[in-house]
């Protein structure tokens, strides 16, 4: 769990430090790959993925996935006990975005707790519960931060979330991805 812990944090603060080229994603393939990387969890919680068709977006291929990996996780890992997970993956169009929705049948959030889940941190089942590190939804809204795009959620306990995000169309440009600043003693501010 240390070594986990450890990862996630590095992750954590790297992410959005280098204006790297940007990939061409295609978010169906990138979806197969993250199904792949999670095959375990899908079959052991015997979990339905249904996924609509999505775009291709223009960013860092590596953090899109992550992205994903801890959303269509973390829709797996909180299921109500004695149902089978269901996650549903779609996408809206808008002239200058794309809304996409990762939507499961699990034991949904509080409405006191919607503004804090995404604090690094912040768990609101305890360790025991479920596994994890605290820092899966705080991950995420860097990423989706750094491309540009918000995320929320919409959750009544007991009845599921959505987690939503929007992603910009159209290739990046450095106007539109979040610039960290190295100050003179090398530090990232």
């Not at 979806?31 to 960013?59: C, D, F, H, R, S």
């Not at 889940?117 to 596994?131: K, P």
């Amino acid at each position: 769990n240390m070594h986990l812990l450890i990862e996630n944090l590095l992750f954590h603060a790297r992410l959005g430090l280098k204006l790297e080229l940007q990939d061409r994603i295609d978010l169906n393939e990138l979806i197969q790959t993250v199904q792949n990387n999670l095959g375990g969890l899908i079959q052991e919680n015997k979990a339905t993925i249904m996924i609509e068709t999505l775009p291709v977006v223009y960013g860092r291929s590596h953090e899109v996935l992550q992205l994903f990996q801890n959303l269509m996780g973390n829709a797996i890992k909180f299921k109500r006990k004695g149902v089978d997970p269901l996650v549903k993956i779609s996408c809206n169009e808008r002239e200058s975005e794309y809304i996409i929705s990762v939507e499961d049948n699990g034991i949904g959030i509080q409405s006191k707790d919607k503004a804090s889940i995404f604090g690094a941190f912040h768990r609101l089942n305890g360790a025991s519960d479920y596994e994890g590190t605290g820092l899966g939804l705080s991950i995420c809204k860097k990423i989706v931060d750094n491309f540009g795009g918000r995320i929320w959620v919409e959750s009544e306990l007991g009845q599921g979330t959505i987690f939503i995000f929007s992603l910009p169309k159209g290739s990046k440009t450095e106007s539109n991805i979040k610039n960290s600043n190295v100050n003179v003693n090398n530090q990232i501010t």
